[in-house]
């Protein structure tokens, strides 16, 4: 089936530093690509839509300049946190939907900002 | 806004018991899908159901959706330990102009 990979699975980094994350749709071309961020014990919470060759839409309350996605190919999507803070520590998870309609996730990215 | 919202927010059972949650939404979907997630590990996909479909069986899952009341049900039967874990409902309706949104989760204990 559909698979989406996600790397690195968990990342630690100093504060001030940028963090990149990748997603990537490993046997589907991906229309559309999504971001969410996980807090403890809460739900996934949707950051951004991209679109392949074109700038993503964030939601309300998303810096975009805290959160820059870049969606270059038909499967691959970046997520760079820059310079990262301890409350951005979470998890990150992306999903990408294929031609047909359906959305696969990853496995997800846990960041730990110290 | 939040689409999906499931209930109870936290479920408590012993193992054997049938657990049920339930998710609610707001608009028209083109499709429901259940998720499971361990405490800080990703996503796994349990069932997808279809706005055309009423239900749908995998093992000792069975999912309902009901288009009319806006709402579907997840019912995991024989409830084991390991089924300790959040469970989430969420919408897709790319159709209708919204993104694929979560319900805040259920989390469910199942003890020994």
């Known amino acids: 089936g559909a698979v989406v990979s996600q790397h690195p699975s968990w990342v630690i980094c100093k504060s001030g530093t940028s963090v990149k994350i990748e997603c990537r749709s490993l046997d589907f071309q991906a229309t559309t690509m999504f971001w969410y961020r996980q807090f403890p014990k809460q739900s996934l919470m949707l950051m951004a839509t991209?679109?392949?060759?074109?700038?993503?839409?964030?939601e309300q309350g998303v810096e975009k300049d805290k959160f820059l996605i870049n969606h270059a190919s038909l499967t691959l999507s970046t997520l760079t946190v820059t310079s990262a803070h301890p409350e951005d520590s979470s998890f990150y998870i992306c999903s990408a939907r294929a031609v047909t309609g359906e959305l696969f996730f990853g496995e997800g990215s846990r960041l730990t900002v110290l | 806004s939040q689409q999906g919202e499931e209930d109870p927010q936290a479920l408590s059972i012993q193992e054997g018991e049938n657990a049920t949650m339930n998710c609610s939404y707001k608009?028209?979907?083109?499709?429901l899908q259940w998720y499971r997630q361990n405490s800080g590990r990703g996503l796994v996909h349990l069932i997808l159901?279809?706005?055309?479909?009423r239900e749908k069986h995998s093992g000792r899952l069975r999912v309902t959706l009901d288009t009319s009341k806006k709402s579907s049900s997840l019912l995991i039967t024989a409830s084991r330990a390991a089924d300790t874990a959040s469970y989430f409902c969420?919408?897709?309706?790319?159709?209708?102009?919204?993104?694929?949104?979560f319900g805040p989760g259920t989390r469910l204990s199942v003890l020994p």
């Open positions: 969420a919408t897709d309706a790319w159709n209708y102009g919204q993104n694929f949104v």
């Open positions: 991209s679109n392949e060759g074109s700038k993503a839409t964030y």
């Open positions: 159901i279809r706005s055309n479909e």
């Open positions: 608009t028209s979907i083109n499709n």
